[in-house]
């Protein structure tokens, strides 16, 4: 899919938790010259989850998001 947005015919959102996947990925990116701000390329992770690995892309320059699961949370009887 990285491939694609290099060519500028795909977009992707790599959503990781794992530190090693996303540093990959963002050599992947690099090696592929995929501008660090092209919005067809964003890394996301869980609010609390590797935050280090969001910093660490958002310092790279990366476009990186949080997101916060919400839902209505029923107890059955």
Known sequence: MM??????????????HNVRSGQV????????RIGK??????????VG???????GLKNAGFQVSKHLPFASHTLSP
């Open 49 to 55: 989850m590797v935050d280090g690995l969001s910093l």
């Open 25 to 32: 990925a963002a050599m992947k990116a690099e090696e592929l």
């Open 37 to 46: 701000d092209d919005q067809k390329l964003q890394f996301a992770q869980l």
């Open 3 to 16: 491939e694609r947005v290099g060519r500028k015919s795909g977009a992707v959102v790599l959503a990781t």
